[in-house]
């Protein structure tokens, strides 16, 4: 059980870091389309455009007709997309940093579970 539960969060970790370095990569689109997973989404969402494969994944995860979903939402799409500070953003939204931190990593987990349930996690973990 112990070892099950570490090669998980094992699994869980490495996926959020290609998660993050692809959402780094949104500000550098040339690099961005020499990622696995950009190309992978792209290839899934029937688009040329990885920034553009990566927001409609994103249109598709988070229920922007809820606070919650639009938080999760804006904490990666402001950040990562429009390219502000974690400070700013977090202002914008009338959170303290550390509660959108905390909202950065749910919404980060959604992300990798998405890009799991694509099947392109699996494919980038193994290279």
Known sequence: MRMARHQSDTRRTAAHAHVRHVLRLLRRPHEL????????????????????????????????RTQTGRRLYDAICLCDVDGLAAKEVAKAMGLSLRQFFR???????????KIDRLAVAPLILAS
Do not use: K
């Not at 909202?103 to 579970?113: I, K, Q, W």
């Open 33 to 64: 389309a020499t990622s696995a997973i950009a190309i992978a989404l792209c290839e899934s969402f029937g688009v040329d455009n990885p920034v553009e494969a990566v927001v409609v994944m994103l249109h598709q995860i988070f229920n922007l």
């Open 103 to 113: 909202y950065r990593s749910e919404a980060v987990e959604a992300v990798a579970a």
